[in-house]
């Protein structure tokens, strides 16, 4: 079933290859995507999902500052009651020393990430993600 899927960087983020190899791989997955950009501030990114109801958020960052941005802007998104069930993960380079410590990585789950993927993730894990969510009127459900 085709879903929404909104694409973004995180504020501080201002790669862009990252963005364009997902939204590839996820238009070739069947969906639509709507790609933010880079440095995308937080405010036009909750903003967006409001305005399009996405089934899923995904977040990708390459610069080591995912951690820090990621919570802030989970934040934010799940401070909107329209977007509290919409599925949101975050990719990439997450932190700047190396791959996260297990802890952090619950803290960003605990925060408001349904998945979190560090830069040994493969696409097959988002891919994977992808087709377990079900899409509904008011964003996306994780199948449990």
């Known amino acids: 079933m085709k879903r929404l899927v909104l694409l973004s960087s995180v504020s501080s983020d201002a790669h862009t290859w990252n963005l364009v190899y997902l939204q590839l791989l996820i238009e070739e997955l069947g969906h639509d995507v709507v790609n933010l950009g880079a440095c995308v501030p937080d405010g036009l ?3 967006s999902a409001l305005r399009h109801g996405p089934d ?3 977040l990708s960052t390459v610069n080591g500052h995912g951690y820090g941005d990621g919570k802030r802007v989970i934040t934010a998104l799940r401070a909107q009651q329209a977007l509290r069930n919409t599925p949101v993960v975050i990719g ?3 932190g700047v020393a190396g791959p996260l410590e297990p802890e952090r990585v619950d803290e960003l789950r605990a925060a408001g990430f349904d998945a979190v993927f560090g830069t040994d993730a493969g696409a097959e894990e988002l891919r994977r993600f992808i087709g377990d969510l079900v899409p509904t009127s008011a964003g996306g459900e994780l199948v449990t």
Do not use: H, I
């Open 45 to 47: 990114l909750v903003e």
């Open 56 to 58: 899923l958020v995904v």
């Open 92 to 94: 990439g380079k997450l």
